[in-house]
């Protein structure tokens, strides 16, 4: 097996892995780096984020200011001293990207312009546009392009951490244009994978979305955090589950339901705010959580609008008029009129919420470390506790700087104090993980269809896993994915060839979303009250006394995963009441 | 929602086992509304899983599902069947080599990208304590427009001129430099000068457009190599017919 020696190795490069790879290149020359991923720097996932960044900029905001919205909008799940860092390191990180190139939109005088989002009490939302994920993603790949000590591995699958003496040290990936495996020996990982919203059907993630680096770390012993709070993006086409940005709500559009009724004022987010005003924190300016339920409750009561995608409520943004719309929202135009034939100038466009983003995910501190020494994590794929029980939107983004420069510098540490590894050790583990992949070449016994299970995991999820759930529900979804994982021992590979294997792939992924569901369902059973994007018609208040605390889910093999707390870290803010009422109290 | 019986003719190349690629064609049942990405997707759910190609995003950002769509470049996730009412062929993209199926290997497009040193060389060294560098509205619009590529690589699938002559560094890579080049914040257009202002780069152009033609972001990459070209000229006259010789 050919084996390449780095000091570092970057699984994926998104955002947050090409973040943490112009941080290492900058901060020490000399280093090995290895930017490892299963596609194209620009075709990760990071491209499709619309709306833009968080980071306090204005004179009328402060980091206080910042950090209350992120506590309060993540239902005090957030640890405190994460935020706390996080809102200071945020504007420095944007106006990096600005240095390095981004298109910020500008206000006349040149300045970076910033636009509202929901749950904000401030207009700190940095923005390219309506494609201010893309602008940062190909920003960041164009600029790691000028560091010859980033060696970019583009179209490699990873496999296995190589975990030796309680340390991780290295990765198995496969090469995906020939099919032979590569051992990767490096001091230290930064797993940068992104999330796993591909085990929903209806979803804004892109097919790439299915979990691989959160698996990675849970199969080597790292607990998966929070796993049960998944968000739902409140306005998605209802065909194709494509993301229109809450920056259309930022801008003054408005939700209605079949009366043509603003709904939200009926959930807690009212009165009603003149149309074409937004304002902040309130109305269609709530945060994703809360506007996503009352999407349920109208579909409840009848009030949705039958659409032959089904249920919808309706996104209006005619009133912007055609300027500003181009000017400031022209992918969702585009994307609105080219799925749906709807354009957004003339008509009303129907809508409904979509799985988006993960709050869960590798258990990682400030410093963007895991439990395990030597493996670090950011990104989506992470979860730092900066989103807590809900994500505000636009902190995302930031996020994928902010921690992404943070696990490249606990990276550096951590591979300055290492002793030389055992190398017999290491290939003895690459081996076993070769060994697992020429098995399912090999399997003769396979009875399962790799799309069958992934339907009918799918189908679980959406049934049972939805924006509310109740007890019956999430004990047949932690069921159901059980069996799902042991009927997978037996999953059939019907491509044998060793070149840009597809199939091979989806069965991967399908094994990395399964144990990703498998902890986010558990956890879910046994999180027993409502909080933020974890709603239970069962347990219907937010229950401080023995859950103001992370969920851990521990991967068990074969069996269900085992579920332990962790205290949240509180440092200045108790828990108190989420008030999205306005300035009319 | 309508539903019709398709039928796809897919180029299908396995290097293990194929000595030249061949078509396969396929039926399958699809909605009215999908695109040409949905139904490989129902072919590769439901009938052939070892059919190979790439896509991720399903909305026109990732770049990933480039392919010749009834022999135009096109993104799968872009074109509706709609448009497409007889048989539809699939091919991988023009003008690559074929990795498998409808992969094409896109080394040289990567290693294109990279030469143009397409990344912001400040002209003036600022710290970030310093804040952001000054950007007018309308400064920012001089190269907005050239920042939108998705790296597609379908300009590169409808190009003569790359077809003929491989080392043509081509649309996309062009443009990227021109990008950076017109940005009130850069000041590296002299080194991206000598890679792009050459007979490798712009001067291979023979302006036939066709990369504006198929770009599905409207990047207008012909339009970004005539002003090139323009600007290009501009620097010889300048050197070779003013008193004082080069403006440098």
């Known amino acids: 097996m050919e084996i390449v020696n780095v000091d570092v190795a970057i699984v994926g490069a998104g955002g947050a892995g090409l973040r943490a790879a112009i941080a290492l290149a900058q901060t020490d020359p000399m280093l090995r780096i290895a930017l490892i991923s299963k596609v194209y720097?620009?075709?990760?996932?990071?491209?499709?984020?619309?709306?833009?960044?968080?980071?306090?900029?204005?004179?009328?905001?402060?980091?206080?200011?910042?950090?209350?919205?992120?506590?309060?909008?993540?239902?005090?799940?957030?640890?405190?001293?994460?935020?706390?860092?996080?809102?200071?390191?945020?504007?420095?990180?944007?106006?990096?990207?600005?240095?390095?190139?981004?298109?910020?939109?500008?206000?006349?005088?040149?300045?970076?312009?910033?636009?509202?989002?929901?749950?904000?009490?401030?207009?700190?939302?940095?923005?390219?546009?309506?494609?201010?994920?893309?602008?940062?993603?190909?920003?960041?790949?164009?600029?790691?392009?000028?560091?010859?000590?980033?060696?970019?591995?583009?179209?490699?699958?990873?496999?296995?951490?190589?975990?030796?003496?309680?340390?991780?040290?290295?990765?198995t990936a496969m090469e995906m244009r020939s099919g032979m495996v590569k051992q990767f020996n490096a001091k230290a990982v930064i797993i940068a994978g992104g999330g796993a919203g591909r085990i929903f059907p209806f979803s804004t993630n892109g097919a790439i979305k299915t979990g691989d680096g959160m698996a990675l770390a849970y199969r080597a012993g790292v607990p998966l955090k929070d796993m049960e709070f998944v968000q739902y993006h409140p306005t998605g086409l209802p065909n194709t589950g494509s993301l229109l940005t809450e920056a259309c709500r930022g801008e003054g559009g408005v939700l209605l339901n079949k009366d043509g009724r603003r709904y939200l004022q009926d959930y807690g987010m009212g009165p009603e705010t003149?149309?074409?005003?937004?304002?902040?924190?309130?109305?269609?300016?709530?945060?994703?959580?809360?506007?996503?339920?009352?999407?349920?409750?109208?579909?409840?009561?009848?009030?949705?609008?039958?659409?032959?995608?089904?249920?919808?409520?309706?996104?209006?943004?005619?009133?912007?008029?055609?300027?500003?719309?181009?000017?400031?929202?022209?992918?969702?135009?585009?994307?609105?009129?080219?799925?749906?034939?709807?354009?957004?100038?003339?008509?009303?466009?129907?809508?409904?919420?979509?799985?988006?983003?993960m709050m869960g995910g590798i258990s990682t501190n400030t410093q963007a470390a895991t439990t395990l020494p030597g493996l670090f994590a950011a990104g989506e794929c992470a979860c730092v506790s900066l989103n807590g029980a809900n994500r505000l939107g636009s902190n995302s983004l930031v996020e994928l700087l902010v921690f992404g420069k943070s696990a490249a510098l606990s990276a550096i540490a951590h591979l300055r104090t290492q002793p030389p590894p055992n190398t017999a050790a290491l290939e003895a583990r690459a081996k076993a993980s070769q060994a697992r992949i020429r098995e399912l070449f090999s399997r003769t016994d396979g009875t399962e269809s790799m799309s069958g299970l992934r339907k009918e995991m799918m189908d679980t999820m959406e049934k049972n896993v939805g924006i509310y759930r109740t007890e019956a529900g999430l004990q047949e979804a932690v069921a159901k994915i059980h069996e799902l994982r042991q009927r997978y021992q037996k999953v059939v590979l019907n491509d044998k060839s060793n070149v840009f294997n597809t199939d091979l792939f989806q069965v991967l992924e399908l094994g990395s979303m399964l144990d990703c569901a498998s902890a986010l369902t558990v956890g879910a059973l046994a999180r027993k009250e409502s909080r933020g994007a974890h709603q239970r018609l069962d347990y219907v208040q937010r229950d401080d006394q023995n859950y103001l605390r992370h969920s851990m889910a521990h991967f068990q093999g074969l069996a269900l995963p085992t579920v332990d707390y962790l205290d949240v870290v509180i440092t200045k803010s108790p828990p108190g009441v989420r008030d999205y009422s306005g300035d009319h109290k | 929602m309508k539903e019709r019986l398709v039928?796809?003719?897919?180029?299908?190349?396995?290097?293990?086992?194929?000595?030249?690629?061949?078509?396969?064609?396929?039926?399958?049942?699809?909605?009215?509304?999908?695109?040409?990405?949905?139904?490989?997707?129902?072919?590769?759910?439901?009938?052939?899983?070892t059919l190979a190609y790439r896509w991720s995003c399903h909305m026109a950002v990732c770049g990933s599902c480039g392919m010749m769509i009834n022999g135009e470049p096109k993104l799968s996730c872009h074109a509706f069947l709609r448009d497409y009412p007889g048989v539809?062929?699939?091919?991988?993209?023009?003008?690559?080599?074929?990795?498998?199926?409808?992969?094409?290997?896109?080394?040289?497009?990567?290693?294109?990208?990279?030469?143009?040193?397409?990344?912001?060389?400040?002209?003036?060294?600022?710290?970030?304590?310093?804040?952001?560098?000054?950007?007018?509205?309308?400064?920012?619009?001089?190269?907005?427009?050239?920042?939108?590529?998705i790296n597609c690589m379908l300009c590169y699938a409808a190009c003569p001129e790359y077809a003929l002559q491989p080392k043509f560094l081509g649309p996309a890579a062009i443009t990227l430099a021109h990008r950076y080049n017109q940005d009130s914040r850069d000041g590296g257009r002299d080194e991206r000068q000598e890679v792009i202002a050459t007979n490798e780069g712009v001067w291979e152009c023979s302006f036939v457009g066709a990369c504006s033609e198929v770009c599905p972001k409207a990047v207008d990459p012909a339009g970004a190599l005539q002003q090139v070209k323009v600007a290009s000229t501009l620097d010889w006259f300048k050197e070779h017919l003013l008193p004082g010789g080069s403006p440098k």
Request: glycine residues 6%; proline residues 6%.
């Open chain 1, 274 to 357: 003149p149309m074409g005003k937004p304002q902040l924190k309130t109305m269609e300016l709530g945060p994703r959580d809360r506007v996503s339920q009352a999407y349920w409750h109208e579909l409840q009561k009848g009030n949705t609008v039958s659409t032959q995608w089904g249920e919808c409520v309706m996104l209006d943004m005619r009133h912007l008029g055609e300027k500003v719309i181009n000017e400031r929202l022209p992918l969702v135009r585009e994307l609105a009129i080219a799925y749906l034939g709807v354009d957004i100038v003339t008509d009303a466009v129907p809508i409904r919420p979509v799985v988006h983003y």
């Open chain 2, 88 to 149: 539809i062929r699939v091919e991988p993209l023009a003008n690559f080599p074929i990795e498998r199926d409808l992969v094409t290997v896109a080394d040289d497009f990567i290693d294109k990208l990279k030469r143009v040193k397409p990344y912001l060389i400040p002209k003036e060294k600022k710290t970030l304590a310093e804040g952001e560098y000054k950007q007018t509205p309308a400064q920012l619009m001089k190269y907005r427009q050239f920042s939108m590529c």
């Open chain 2, 7 to 49: 039928q796809l003719e897919v180029m299908r190349y396995d290097p293990e086992g194929d000595t030249e690629p061949h078509f396969q064609r396929y039926e399958v049942m699809c909605k009215d509304e999908w695109v040409v990405l949905d139904a490989l997707n129902a072919i590769k759910e439901s009938l052939d899983p």
């Open chain 1, 41 to 171: 720097p620009m075709r990760s996932h990071t491209c499709a984020a619309e709306g833009g960044a968080a980071g306090v900029i204005k004179a009328d905001d402060s980091f206080d200011m910042h950090f209350d919205d992120t506590v309060g909008g993540g239902d005090w799940l957030s640890d405190q001293d994460c935020v706390e860092y996080f809102v200071k390191e945020a504007p420095k990180e944007l106006t990096q990207l600005e240095h390095w190139g981004c298109p910020w939109n500008r206000e006349a005088d040149g300045s970076v312009a910033v636009r509202p989002f929901g749950g904000m009490k401030k207009q700190r939302t940095w923005f390219a546009a309506d494609k201010s994920g893309f602008h940062i993603l190909h920003t960041l790949f164009q600029t790691t392009l000028q560091f010859e000590s980033i060696q970019r591995f583009d179209e490699y699958f990873a496999l296995d951490l190589l975990v030796d003496e309680g340390r991780c040290q290295g990765l």
